[in-house]
Nanobody, 128 residues
């Protein structure tokens, strides 16, 4: 079983930056993909970015890629996933979750239901 623990959230002003971290522990050897998702109050959980554990290839949904504000990265030695968020906006306010899966995802890479392990989340609040 994979355990995930996020950190790094907090309150920032518009235009600020944050780097979120997610430490993985447990039976991580079969993990193929890790990702970041977020969920704002009253909204569905949405994918922010995913990364392949084997080669660190990164994947961003079109809505995120066009913004150029989010960067996902992975330190395999530390078993730590990161999400850098720059030029933050009030609409970035949400709970941010780290997720992992041993599955081959293909086009389903941004589907939350394909990820089998989730962290508790870290709250990000952006004030104007």
């Amino acid at each position: 079983q994979v355990h995930l623990a996020e950190s790094g959230g907090g309150s920032v002003q518009t235009g600020g930056s944050l780097r979120l971290s997610c430490v993985a522990s447990g039976s991580t050897e079969n993990t193929r993909f890790m990702g970041w998702f977020r969920q704002a109050p009253g909204k569905q959980r949405e994918a922010i970015a995913s990364i392949a554990v084997s080669d660190s290839d990164t994947y961003y949904p079109d809505a995120v890629k066009g913004q150029g504000r989010f960067t996902i990265s992975l330190d395999n030695a530390k078993k730590t996933l990161y999400l850098q968020i720059n030029a933050m906006k009030p609409e970035d306010t949400a709970m941010y979750y780290c997720a992992a899966t041993p599955r081959f995802l293909g086009i389903r890479i941004f589907n939350a239901d394909q990820y089998t392990a989730w962290g508790q989340g870290t709250q990000v609040t952006v004030s104007s």
